[in-house]
C-alpha cells in the first residue's frame, strides 16, 4: 500500500510546495515553528502523554508514523499510522522521505518529512514522538528541532512501570532494563527534561515549550 500522493516529497506538490508554503509564511503573519520532539524511555508514559496532549490541545499537529507492522484492531490507516509493505518502506527510504526511521521488534517505523517541513511552514505546533534513536537522526537532520527529554520520577518507579506485572520471563525484563539504564543516560543530549510526576503536569510545560497561542487549542 502506497501512502496517498501529497503526503510525503516526491508526491503531487512536492517539496516545492513545501518550499512555497515556507516563503508564504515568511511573507505574512504566521511566523514558522520549529518541530519538537517528544522522547525517553520505554515505560516513561510518552504515549499517555501524547494522548492527553491531543485530547486538551487539538491545535497541536501530531505526526502521523509510516509502519511495516500489521494495523491491529482498531487502528485506521492515516490516523493512528501509515501502514506500507517492506518494498513501499524501502522506497520511502532511498528517496529520502522519511525524516527519521527505526527498527523495533521486527517492524520499521518512520516520519514523513513533507508533512513536518508543511505544518512548520504554515506555523503549525508540531510534535513528534519517537524513540532515542529517531530523536538522534531528528538532530542531524533538522538542528534546530527542540528535543524534550521525558524522565521517570526515579529509576524505581520506572522499573515498576517495565516489569509490570511479572508476567514476563526474567531474560526480558532484564533486556528492557538495561534498555532503559542506556536511554536514561542519553538525558544529556537533549534540550529540555520533563519530570513525568504527573501527566496534566507534564502537558502544561510541554504546551509551553511548543508556545502555543491561546487560539491554537480553541
Known amino acids: ?9 516526491g508526491g503531487r506538490g512536492g517539496p ?14 504566521i511566523p514558522p515553528r520549529r ?10 508514559g510518552k504515549s499517555t502523554v501524547v494522548a492527553e496532549i491531543r485530547r486538551a490541545h487539538p491545535g497541536v499537529w501530531l505526526s502521523v508514523s509510516v509502519t511495516t ?14 501502514f506500507v509493505d517492506d ?22 517505523y518512520g516520519t514523513p518529512r513533507r508533512a513536518v517541513l508543511e505544518h512548520l511552514a504554515a506555523g503549525v505546533p ?11 537522526q531528528v538532530r542531524t537532520a533538522m538542528p534546530e528541532a527542540q528535543l524534550v527529554f521525558l524522565g521517570p520520577p526515579s529509576w524505581e518507579e520506572l522499573v515498576r512501570r517495565l516489569v509490570g506485572r511479572g508476567t514476563e520471563p526474567p531474560d526480558v525484563i532484564e533486556r528492557r ?7 536514561l543516560a542519553a538525558e544529556k543530549e537533549f534540550d529540555v527534561t520533563l519530570v513525568n510526576t504527573s501527566v496534566k503536569d507534564v502537558c502544561r510545560e510541554l504546551i509551553a515549550l511548543l508556545a502555543v497561542h491561546p487560539s491554537d487549542s480553541d
Do not use: K
Not at 516545492?16 to 503573519?29: E, K, L
Open 177 to 183: 532494563l538495561s534498555a532503559a539504564r542506556s536511554e
Open 1 to 9: 500500500m502506497e501512502i496517498a500522493d501529497g503526503l510525503l516529497p
Open 35 to 44: 518541530l519538537t520532539v517528544l522522547s525517553g524511555p520505554s515505560g516513561v
Open 69 to 82: 507492522r500489521a494495523p491491529r484492531p482498531g487502528e485506521i490507516h492515516g490516523v493512528h499510522y501509515f
Open 16 to 29: 516545492a510546495a513545501a518550499a512555497g508554503s515556507a516563503a508564504s509564511a515568511a511573507d505574512g503573519s
Open 87 to 108: 518494498a513501499e518502506f524501502d522506497r520511502l527510504v532511498e528517496e529520502e522521505e522519511l525524516l527519521e526511521w527505526a527498527e523495533f521488534a521486527g517492524n520499521r
Open 126 to 136: 508540531a510534535l513528534l514522538e519517537i524513540d532515542l534513536q529517531g530523536a538522534r
